[in-house]
């Protein structure tokens, strides 16, 4: 049975919980809104009752936001009454659901500026800080009941950004307001999981239970666009059924472009490729023995030297023996 008092939690593999005030801690957080409140008016915050002419004045609500908040908050009132009514077809059974939903998305656009404006106010600080004080205080380990924040508030104000303390203050939330989760109660979101239009997360699916968008395309659990190739493995592919990887790049096998005789088009970084593959590949001279061929030449130098005296010497004594005839005649 469901402890009506605490809501437990699991964060990586470890359970929390939040669990109801006691009467001590309410006081305390009451007292310490009413400080904050002084606090915000003696500096000179807004009030809340000034806020619809704030928003005004800094044209962040006008008569026409106001008409357009009014139509769609109207749009879902006749929804709501189509499917509370049926007897219509179920496909425009769903139609109405989905618009309902996208209208309150509408709804919360154009309240953003009022809630952000309101968060200002001397009301909105006050009520922020009770809402600190008590999550700060009610949030504790499931097992022992001991408190997550040994600091109470200082902790928790130091460390909003905790994975613990951001899934736990919307359990928090839901423990005050003695509700579940707020999806849960749409009338849309009701239609939708009643016929089996939406899983447990309330996101929209087909008859085989595979996530869809609006338009029944198939998505994965990000969004992105598959097609489901068996039961078990899917691909992702473009809005056009074109196969991509994760990146979102197309999963094609590139051919060259043909100039206009059908011819492949060689571009200049491939061109430039292929004369650096050939010169790799054309067989290198061997280099000479450079010094081999130098003591071969050192050898012969002295050679010819020889050879040239001896020829000189010949000649020499040619002409000797020429003169030593002539002397005698």
């Known amino acids: ?54 928003l005004r004045k800094r044209k962040l609500w006008s008569d026409s936001r106001e008409t357009e908040y009014q139509d769609l908050r109207q749009s879902i009132l006749d929804g709501e009454f189509k499917l509370k009514k049926g007897g219509i077809r179920l496909a425009n059974a769903k139609k109405v659901a989905l618009e309902m939903g996208e209208a309150r998305e509408s709804m919360i656009t154009l309240l953003s500026s009022r809630t952000d404006l309101d968060s200002n106010t001397c009301e909105g600080k006050a009520d922020a800080a009770r809402f600190n004080y008590l999550f700060a205080t009610c949030l504790v380990y499931d097992d022992t009941g001991e408190g997550y924040f040994a600091n109470g508030l200082d902790d928790y104000l130091l460390n909003q950004d905790d994975p613990v303390a951001l899934t736990g203050a919307s359990h928090f939330y839901y423990l005050l307001s003695g509700s579940d989760n707020v999806d849960q109660k749409l009338p849309e979101n009701q239609f939708l999981k009643r ?49 991509v990887n994760d990146a979102g790049d197309y999963d ?78």
Do not use: C
């Open 195 to 243: 016929f089996n239009f939406v899983d447990d997360d309330y996101r929209l699916v087909d008859e085989d239970g595979k996530l869809i968008d609006k338009e029944g395309r198939h998505i994965d659990e990000f969004g992105s666009l598959v097609k489901w190739i068996n039961d078990e493995e899917f691909e992702h592919v473009d809005t056009e059924g074109r196969k």
């Open 252 to 329: 094609v096998d590139f051919s060259p472009f043909l100039d206009d005789a059908g011819e492949p088009v060689i571009e200049k970084d491939e061109a430039k490729d292929s004369e650096e593959e050939v010169a790799e590949e054309k067989p290198k001279r061997k280099p000479r023995k450079k010094k081999a061929a130098s003591k071969k030449k050192k050898k012969a130098e002295p050679e010819a030297e020889v050879a040239e005296e001896e020829a000189e010497t010949g000649q020499e004594e040619s002409e000797g023996a020429e003169a030593d005839e002539a002397s005698e005649e």
């Open 1 to 54: 049975m469901a402890d009506e008092n605490k809501t437990s939690f699991e964060v990586e593999g470890k359970m929390y919980a939040v669990r109801r005030p006691k009467v001590d801690e309410i006081r305390k957080a009451n007292e310490f809104r009413s400080k904050s409140f002084n606090e915000a008016l003696q500096r000179g915050d807004m009030l809340r009752e000034q806020l619809e002419s704030e």
